[in-house]
């Protein structure tokens, strides 16, 4: 393979997911010596009724052929936990095993947030180190999983005292939420094959990509670590500036609030898991809701962010970062003046948290790309409407007004658009 030449383009392909993310950057250097970096790969809900079992492998096969064809998987990207981002990595039968295919194609680096290193401790401000245990991490999973778990068990039982749409929102966001055991094992997997390598990234880290990707330099921009910035911790609820709204609305209406639920008295439960059982079998529909929307919340912020520069263009890529991710780089790191001109000029933006009103900051991000102006930006959203948020609350996903400025100001693609006829990806390239 070459290695003082540069990528004559990058083809980047948008792949069918549904409510989910999974993009395909490959590097051209020449069509016989290509390299891939697969950013995400995973569902909550298919068009059509797809089941994951199915077309997941469908989608991994389609990868590993093209990869086969012209050069290799040099790395994976895994933005953050959520099923969303990662279920495809799984290797049991919910997604017919399609991380079998992903592992086979031997990325060098597997790539994921500071939050994901194995031997972190509980209380960790930082990465611990660039190496893996797969044993301390999954005896120290979060417990964010195990209150996820619990109350997608408790939307699966459908308490007569829950509304429908209650029971819609928490089966999503608990199934969003759950550790995804298989995914996680997997990907630790990958980064300790051997001749791989795995990192676990902050603001501003290196990725090593560089010396794979010969003249493509890789930006980490988010997320910020506990050391740069405590604000990842929460997530605020409403910012009329930065939300894609028109004013605040209230996130749970009355009619959720029900009688409290005694299921689960005397189930076998970890010890660690059980401050939040006890809670949870006397919590009403709005309580429990809000709790698993913080924990949604906590996980997008822990979300990595790459800036790719490659032939003088720049493509981004923030998974599913929300607004205080994205506020260290863009206004409280030393060098965030510095951030915020090497964003003007973006090229490419993949839209982020599948267009939620709070994952595109409109004036700290939106309003400054300077293409949105002039020249069209080149924008992909992977979604799927319907799946969360309500338009009452103008929480919806995509969210109405951001899909209408992506629509008129920039050359867009959207998953919603992929006909069956028109295979299982969109693409760009540069």
Same mark, same amino acid.
């Given at each position: 393979?070459?290695?003082?030449?540069?990528?004559?383009?990058?083809?980047?392909?948008?792949?069918?997911?549904?409510?989910?993310?999974?993009?395909?950057?490959?590097?051209?250097?020449?069509?016989?010596?290509?390299?891939?970096?697969?950013?995400?790969?995973?569902?909550?809900?298919?068009?059509?009724?797809?089941?994951?079992?199915?077309? $997941?492998?469908? /989608? &991994? !096969?389609?990868?590993? +052929? *093209?990869?086969?064809?012209?050069? =290799?998987?040099?790395?994976?990207? #895994?933005?953050?936990?959520?099923?969303?981002?990662?279920?495809?990595?799984?290797?049991?039968?919910?997604?017919?095993?399609?991380?079998?295919?992903?592992?086979?194609?031997?990325?060098?680096?597997?790539?994921?947030?500071?939050?994901?290193?194995?031997?972190?401790?509980?209380?960790?401000?930082?990465?611990?180190?660039?190496?893996?245990?797969?044993?301390?991490?999954?005896?120290?999973?979060?417990? $964010?999983?195990? /209150? &996820? !778990?619990?109350?997608? +068990? *408790?939307?699966?039982?459908?308490? =007569?005292?829950?509304?429908?749409? #209650?029971?819609?929102?928490?089966?999503?966001?608990?199934?969003?939420?759950?550790?995804?055991?298989?995914?996680?094992?997997?990907?630790?997997?990958?980064?300790?094959?051997?001749?791989?390598?795995?990192?676990?990234?902050?603001?501003?880290?290196?990725?090593?990509?560089?010396?794979?990707?010969?003249?493509?330099?890789?930006?980490?921009?988010?997320?910020?670590?506990?050391?740069?910035?405590?604000?990842?911790?929460?997530?605020?609820?409403?910012?009329?500036?930065?939300?894609?709204?028109?004013?605040?609305?209230?996130?749970?209406? #009355?009619?959720?609030?029900?009688?409290?639920?005694?299921?689960?008295?005397?189930?076998?439960?970890?010890?660690?898991?059980?401050?939040?059982?006890?809670?949870?079998?006397?919590?009403?529909?709005?309580?429990?809701?809000?709790?698993?929307?913080?924990?949604?919340?906590?996980?997008?912020?822990?979300?990595?962010?790459?800036?790719?520069?490659?032939?003088?263009?720049?493509?981004?890529?923030?998974?599913?970062?929300?607004?205080?991710?994205?506020?260290?780089?863009?206004?409280?790191?030393?060098?965030?003046?510095?951030?915020?001109?090497?964003?003007?000029?973006?090229?490419?933006?993949?839209?982020?948290?599948?267009?939620?009103?709070?994952?595109?900051?409109?004036?700290?991000?939106?309003?400054?790309?300077?293409?949105?102006?002039?020249?069209?930006?080149?924008?992909?959203?992977?979604?799927?409407?319907?799946?969360?948020?309500?338009?009452?609350?103008?929480?919806?996903?995509?969210?109405?007004?951001?899909?209408?400025?992506?629509?008129?100001?920039?050359?867009?693609?959207?998953?919603?658009?992929?006909?069956?006829?028109?295979?299982?990806?969109?693409?760009?390239?540069?």
């Amino acid at each position: 393979m070459a290695t003082k030449t540069k990528p004559l383009r990058v083809d980047i392909r948008s792949y069918q997911v549904g409510f989910g993310d999974c993009f395909l950057l490959s590097f051209v250097y020449a069509e016989n010596d290509q390299r891939h970096v697969l950013i995400d790969f995973g569902t909550t809900g298919l068009p059509r009724n797809g089941k994951p079992s199915q077309h $997941m492998p469908s /989608v &991994a !096969a389609a990868i590993k +052929q *093209l990869v086969d064809g012209t050069g =290799k998987l040099v790395a994976v990207v #895994a933005t953050h936990r959520h099923a969303d981002h990662i279920s495809g990595f799984g290797t049991d039968g919910r997604t017919g095993k399609s991380g079998e295919t992903i592992r086979d194609l031997k990325p060098r680096i597997v790539l994921q947030p500071w939050t994901e290193d194995p031997d972190a401790q509980k209380d960790a401000l930082k990465a611990t180190a660039a190496k893996s245990g797969a044993r301390g991490f999954l005896a120290t999973l979060s417990n $964010m999983n195990d /209150v &996820a !778990a619990k109350a997608l +068990q *408790l939307a699966s039982d459908e308490p =007569k005292w829950m509304s429908a749409a #209650a029971l819609r929102e928490l089966s999503f966001l608990g199934g969003d939420n759950i550790a995804n055991l298989s995914a996680v094992e997997n990907l630790i997997a990958m980064g300790e094959a051997k001749g791989a390598k795995a990192r676990y990234l902050r603001y501003g880290d290196k990725t090593g990509l560089e010396r794979l990707l010969p003249r493509v330099k890789v930006h980490v921009l988010g997320p910020p670590d506990l050391t740069q910035s405590d604000a990842i911790r929460s997530q605020r609820s409403t910012d009329e500036d930065e939300f894609w709204q028109l004013r605040s609305a209230t996130l749970v209406s #009355a009619d959720t609030i029900g009688a409290r639920s005694a299921r689960g008295k005397g189930a076998k439960v970890p010890a660690e898991a059980r401050w939040f059982r006890d809670r949870l079998q006397n919590v009403s529909a709005t309580g429990l809701l809000e709790i698993v929307r913080q924990l949604d919340a906590q996980m997008n912020n822990t979300s990595l962010i790459l800036l790719f520069e490659v032939n003088g263009k720049k493509l981004l890529f923030p998974g599913d970062a929300q607004l205080e991710n994205w506020s260290y780089a863009l206004s409280e790191a030393k060098e965030s003046a510095r951030v915020r001109a090497l964003l003007a000029d973006v090229d490419f933006y993949k839209v982020g948290h599948h267009g939620s009103r709070n994952a595109t900051p409109r004036k700290m991000l939106w309003e400054k790309f300077r293409k949105t102006a002039n020249e069209k930006l080149e924008t992909m959203l992977s979604t799927m409407s319907g799946k969360h948020g309500k338009v009452s609350s103008k929480t919806e996903v995509p969210r109405r007004t951001l899909l209408k400025e992506l629509q008129e100001k920039s050359q867009l693609k959207n998953t919603q658009t992929l006909k069956k006829a028109d295979g299982l990806f969109h693409k760009t390239s540069l």
